[in-house]
């Protein structure tokens, strides 16, 4: 299975945010769109990702406020990728590796989507499923063989 897989049923909505935005403002987008992660996007190429926990910890560094803090100060400049190609076993690896809830998915330097390790546990669990169900099956249907005592003539 690959990223692809899951962005074809997840969807292509995606919310960005301008680096030089107000983290206030792209708190409250959040919250709004109920969502963890927003994209930052400046002149059409990631730049990095916003995701709840930069925003905890710049509040927590901020006394427990947000202030005038903008985006760019606190979001990760440096965030996990992968291709649409990527195989879910690697993205798995890569987001373990790296404590990572989200992941843009970048074709080239055109932004496909974002993935939560929510989606690829979900893809994941879908597929064991349907596997199980498949070997089930497949057992259920096994033809029977005939007792070979029974099948002999008897005398």
Known sequence: MKVV?????????LFTVSPDEPL?????????RDIGSLVVMEHGDLVGMLTFREAIQAVVKNGGEVGA????????????????????DEVRRMMLGRHAR??????????MGVISFYDV????VDSQDFENRMLKAYIRDWPVE???AEAEPKL
Not at 69 to 88: K, Q
Not at 121 to 124: D, R, S, T
Request: proline residues 7%; glycine residues 6%.
């Open 69 to 88: 803090t903008i985006v760019r100060t606190v979001m990760d400049d440096a965030p996990l990728t992968c291709t649409p190609e990527t195989e879910i």
């Open 24 to 32: 206030k403002a792209s708190l409250a987008v959040m919250a709004e």
């Open 102 to 111: 989200y992941m843009p998915v970048l074709n080239g330097r055109t932004l």
């Open 121 to 124: 546990a979900k893809a994941v």
């Open 5 to 13: 897989d899951i962005l074809r049923v997840k969807g292509g909505t």
């Open 146 to 148: 005939e007792n070979p």
